[in-house]
């Protein structure tokens, strides 16, 4: 550490003593730090859905409206596509 000062992007500085008392404090008390598990790991596909479920659901009114046209606009499409398909079908069956 470069003097007393702490770097902006930290909550707390240790000094390499403090360090090791705290983590000593930590295993008395049954916690582990274990730096293999500290890697951020993908999400997975259910974690991912979940998200995106929350993003949807607390998107703002604006937002919505820009997401629902352009989706009212291609189910209108894919209905019409498929009436057209069933009409034909009726007609020829």
Known sequence: ????KCPEEFFVCLTEDEYWELEDALMDLGYEYDAAAAVVQPLSDAEVIAD??????????????????????????????????????????
């Open 52 to 93: 995106l479920t929350w993003q949807i659901l607390f998107l703002e009114p604006w937002e919505l409206a820009y997401i629902a046209l352009p989706m009212s606009v291609l189910a209108f499409y894919g209905l019409t596509i498929y009436l057209a398909f069933k009409w034909i079908q009726r007609k020829f069956s």
């Open 1 to 4: 550490m470069q003097g007393d």
